[in-house]
């Protein structure tokens, strides 16, 4: 009979103890994933994987490794937790490693509550091709499109399990079923494409193939024929599609690893406004059905609901165990890690306070600017935000689109956009990141 991960962990710790580890942690992973590609209606690429992945990590006094595998064979176990104490004997001490206290554990939480596992059943392959293939056609039925480069379903399901030497045991079961389509259209040089989407937890709420194809469609159509208007500084509204983008960039500036380092611009910001003071951002990660949703951390720590910044003022870092004892403060519940990588912070479910304004009224509220859909790459300098990146979207005038904008580059300081944002009424409330449409005034855009 195969183990279960909350078996597999065990195992690796019974291994870590008598290869001689002082203590340690595990993780294993085991799930399956199926996706289906199709093109031209019919069947392009079906990919199926099933498995197990396991991780150790070990601690000799301040000294510690990190092992992994695929193979859950117990002579494979007994393998990894000696070579994993080899190798932390020869590694560099840490002051700061080590895991957590007993009373930090989390004891005590409701997975059922967090509804992170569609308990239907696994959609059968013929199910995921037809929603691919249905996508493929309400795209390609929108007059104008020219070819469809991808239509693509998938789903996932995985067990989690976290154990560890300081007495913690936990593990949960998430899936995730998600639909796209990625349309082209115009001819040589003047060909154009845009996408749409959708990724959710519960089969019964991802949006229907016919929305997908058809946004995808259309918004490739919007594309066609763009145009560069004028350097200079101008107001930029950042669509809904990407406003979260800001919002990322704020959580890697406020990031418990990047303040430890020294290599934030915000890294003397903590107790001062940071964004307008009619504006919040709380994390949640006990929001049902929501990407990022779960009862502990890597670490085994309990997660929580805080306001990262409560009217305007940050109140706080994003941190892990390690990174909270570098910088003299408790762990925030933020750790994660894969299976073969060290523990890191990472921010949960996060949402922004929406405004009362709909997108539309922000346009008219900009007058002449840029409406931003989409962006490529990034030059953002961590230490001093500043910010520069391609974009592409809507000129607007006197309020409304005029025509649309690509190869054009915006740039500004990201502490002074942070602090001028205005936000819509947009947020699609089921994304782990719930952030609206933003306008920021004077950024500086580089065109003809």
């Keep these: 009979m195969t183990n279960s991960p909350a078996d597999l962990t065990q195992q690796l710790l019974d291994a870590a103890k008598r290869a001689g580890a002082d203590s340690a942690d595990a993780i294993a992973l085991s799930g399956t994933a199926l996706s289906i590609d199709v093109r031209a209606g019919q069947l392009e690429q ?14 000799v006094g301040r000294r510690s490794a990190i092992v992994s595998a695929s193979d859950t064979r117990p002579e494979t176990m007994t393998a990894m937790a000696d070579r994993a104490v080899a190798m932390a004997r020869e590694a560099p001490e840490d002051p700061y490693a080590g895991l957590a206290d007993p009373s930090q554990l989390a004891t005590d939480w409701d997975v059922a509550a967090l509804e992170l596992h569609d308990p239907s059943d696994e959609p059968a392959p013929s199910a995921l091709q037809d929603d691919a293939r249905r996508a493929e056609a309400a795209a390609l039925a929108v007059e104008g499109i020219t070819q469809v480069q991808s239509a693509s379903a998938s789903y996932s399901a995985q067990d989690v399990a976290l154990a560890a030497s300081n007495g913690f045991a936990g593990s949960y079961r998430r899936s995730s079923r998600s639909l796209s389509c990625v349309a082209i259209a115009g001819t040589g040089t003047g060909m154009e494409r845009d996408y749409d989407g959708d990724s959710r937890t ?30 200079g500084a101008y107001p930029v509204l950042f669509d809904e599609r990407i406003a979260s983008s800001l919002i990322g960039h704020l ?31 709380t994390e949640n990660p006990h929001r049902p059905r929501a990407g990022a949703s779960r009862p502990f951390d890597a670490e085994g720590l309990p997660t929580r609901q805080r306001k990262i910044i409560d009217n305007g003022t940050l109140t706080g870092w994003t941190l892990d165990l390690a990174n909270a004892r570098k910088l003299g ?27 009362t304004a709909s997108k539309q009224d922000l346009m008219a509220q900009m007058g002449t600017g840029l409406l ?34 690509s190869g054009v580059t915006i740039a500004g300081n990201l502490r002074d956009m942070l602090r001028g944002l205005i936000p819509a009424n947009d947020a699609r409330s089921y994304l782990s990141r719930v952030v609206p449409s933003l306008l920021v005034e004077g950024l500086t855009l580089a065109g003809d």
């Design 329 to 355: 403060l408790e762990s925030t519940g933020n750790a994660a890690r894969s299976v073969s990588g060290g523990v890191s912070p990472t921010a949960w479910n996060l949402e922004l306070t929406q405004g």
């Design 251 to 281: 959580m890697m500036a406020i990031n418990g690893a990047s303040i430890a380092r020294g290599s934030s611009f915000l890294r003397d910001a903590l107790g001062t406004q940071v964004l307008p003071d009619a504006l919040s951002l």
């Design 46 to 59: 079906a990919e199926r994987a099933e498995g197990s992945d396991i991780g150790l990590r070990v601690f």
């Design 202 to 231: 519960f089969q019964s709420d991802l949006r229907s193939p016919e929305e997908i194809g058809t946004t995808a469609a259309n918004r490739t159509l919007e594309r066609l024929n763009p145009r560069r208007p004028k350097t």
């Design 372 to 405: 931003v859909t989409s962006m490529i790459g990034s030059t953002i300098n961590p230490n001093t935000g500043d910010y520069s990146r391609g974009a592409a979207g809507w000129w607007v005038e006197n309020g409304e689109p005029v025509y649309p904008v």
